[in-house]
């Protein structure tokens, strides 16, 4: 049995392929493009925002693990309603828990990639969607 064997369960699986839900658009007015440098992992993503800077519209692409898949699922499925700020804070709280333990994020889902922790490797991949995200939000009019 590989030592991997817990990492990649049917539900991180399952949630990876799900990211077909959110086929990524390249006609969404914000676009994002990250890249780990630790892993090689991509996610690619467009967004749409309302007048108020949250998220109205989603899709994205993600050349990534399993697991690096499965997060960019965790976010798109969420993403609608949230704004810059609130993806900074998700952001910093998802790092901690990588880097320090403790408890989950609090977005939703992330019991079923909590195993991807004790693989410092995958911790890049985890972080691309939101990061993607931030960068196509960070060249997004100003609400106001």
């Known amino acids: 049995m590989s030592s991997t ?18 086929p990524h658009d ?6 994002g493009a990250v890249r780990s440098q630790t892993c090689g992992s991509a996610v690619t993503l467009g967004l749409a925002v309302g007048e108020a800077g949250a998220i109205t519209g989603i899709g994205l692409k993600a050349q990534a693990c399993a697991i690096g898949q499965a997060s960019a699922a965790l976010f ?7 704004d810059e700020n609130s993806l900074r804070t998700a952001l910093r709280e998802i790092r901690t828990w ?3 333990g ?3 994020p609090a977005w939703p ?10 693989y410092p490797a995958r911790h890049g991949a985890i972080t691309l969607a939101w990061q993607a995200a931030l960068e196509a939000l960070s060249s997004a009019p100003k609400p106001g």
């Not at 064997?5 to 959110?22: G, H, I």
């Not at 798109?76 to 949230?82: D, E, T």
């Open 76 to 82: 798109a499925a969420q993403a609608i309603g949230h």
């Open 26 to 31: 390249p006609g969404l007015p914000l676009q």
């Open 109 to 118: 889902g992330f019991a079923t990639i909590a195993a991807a922790r004790d």
């Open 5 to 22: 064997t817990n990492l990649y369960t049917r539900e991180v699986l399952a949630l990876a392929t799900s990211l077909s839900q959110w």
């Open 102 to 104: 403790g408890d989950l």
């Open 98 to 100: 990588l880097n320090k």
